[in-house]
């Protein structure tokens, strides 16, 4: 069997599987937070498919700009199920929020891509990331700015850990710039800041406009094994509707298939959802296909990536306490579904 018939296969084998468990035409509302950023694309490729609908399920979608933004939602007793990154459902969870990470979405997603003078800088020291950054700011008497996200975000902490552990400079080698996603970019097109530690599609559309701009760094050698975005839900959710959860999971899977092994057909659904629909279609085909497009749905896979990351944030106090990562995840729903669409 190829390997579009085998995932044409397994398509509708999940699709049945979630259609299966709403048979009875019960509708189930669902309040989701996400993020509009590629690694929670699962999300936009289900919605626009219209499999919620077919499989019974309504999504209440709200948009936030960050993780921690989520957070503050969460805390106030707000939203069912959330697509952000691993850092912002840790620090909910130590927050006292009971949340449940249910599968992954994509990993090592992260890149830090740099312009102007400072990427010139890295050029002349063959990537040597340390002896650039340190050149840079003797030649251009500061320290180069780089834009992520707030600090308990995956973008944030795969740049300290990088700055600390990976290349031994430090955080004081540099001037960290947090703000939300649809700031970076513009940030960095204006001049505004030298560098971002940011993700898809922000890492393609900067490289595409502006020539000298390029990826310096990508999460492979600046965190390895990080884990990215999830998959999560509150407890309550978990308990009221255990079916329209699973169904969720279900059409999860499907959609990282299709992120994975179609992403031309998955594009025009992630546009919609990612950048207000500004961005051209050829720059969110390019932006999937790009080695910062890690999707995978496995929960534990990412679990020695989530102790890594967890370890570091307590150390550098984004964790103002431990998190029981034993209790932050839940994977019976993702082995129940793989159990079921395996069945013969």
């Known amino acids: 069997?190829?390997?579009?018939?085998?995932?044409?296969?397994?398509?509708?084998?999940?699709?049945?599987?979630?259609?299966?468990?709403?048979?009875?035409?019960?509708?189930?509302?669902?309040?989701?937070?996400?993020?509009?950023?590629?690694?929670?694309?699962?999300?936009?490729?289900?919605?626009?498919?219209?499999?919620?609908?077919?499989?019974?399920?309504?999504?209440?979608?709200?948009?936030?700009?960050?993780?921690?933004?989520?957070?503050?939602?969460?805390?106030?007793?707000?939203?069912?199920?959330?697509?952000?990154?691993?850092?912002?459902?840790?620090v909910a969870r130590a927050n006292g929020v009971p949340i449940k990470v249910l599968a992954a979405s994509i990993s090592e997603q992260i890149g830090l891509v740099a312009r102007g003078e400072l990427a010139g800088h890295f050029e002349r020291a063959n990537n040597d990331a340390a002896k650039a950054i340190a050149s840079f700011t003797e030649t251009e008497g500061r320290k180069p700015k780089i834009a992520t996200f707030p600090q308990g975000s995956v973008p944030d902490t795969v740049l300290r850990f990088w700055l600390i552990e990976q290349l031994g400079v430090g955080l004081e080698a540099v001037e960290i710039v947090a703000m939300g996603a649809d700031r970076v970019q513009q940030a960095l097109l204006a001049g505004a800041v030298d560098a971002a530690s940011i993700l898809e599609p922000i890492l393609t559309t900067v490289q595409q406009r502006d020539d000298r701009a390029r990826v310096v760094a990508r999460a492979d050698a600046m965190l390895p094994g990080q884990p990215g975005a999830v998959l999560a839900a509150r407890e309550a959710a978990l308990a009221e509707h255990p079916e329209a959860m699973q169904a969720l999971m279900a059409l999860h899977l499907q959609a990282t298939k299709m992120l994975v092994e179609d992403p031309k057909r998955a594009a025009p659904h992630v546009r919609d959802f990612v950048g207000k629909r500004l961005i051209p279609l050829e720059t969110v085909e390019a932006a999937l296909a790009s080695p910062s497009s890690n999707y995978g749905s496995d929960p534990h896979a990412i679990r020695e990536g989530t102790r890594r990351m967890h370890d570091f944030q307590v150390e550098q106090g984004s964790l103002k306490k431990p998190v029981d990562l034993e209790a932050l995840f839940d994977t019976s729903l993702y082995d129940a579904v793989i159990a079921e669409t395996e069945r013969p």
Do not use: C, K
Request: no cysteine; charged share 15%; net charge negative.
């Open 1 to 90: 069997m190829s390997l579009r018939n085998s995932f044409a296969a397994l398509l509708a084998s999940l699709l049945a599987f979630s259609s299966l468990i709403h048979a009875d035409d019960h509708t189930t509302t669902l309040e989701v937070g996400y993020m509009p950023i590629l690694p929670v694309a699962q999300l936009f490729v289900m919605e626009g498919e219209g499999w919620t609908e077919e499989a019974g399920l309504e999504l209440e979608l709200t948009r936030f700009s960050s993780g921690p933004a989520m957070v503050q939602a969460l805390a106030s007793g707000e939203l069912d199920v959330m697509y952000f990154g691993i850092g912002p459902a840790m």
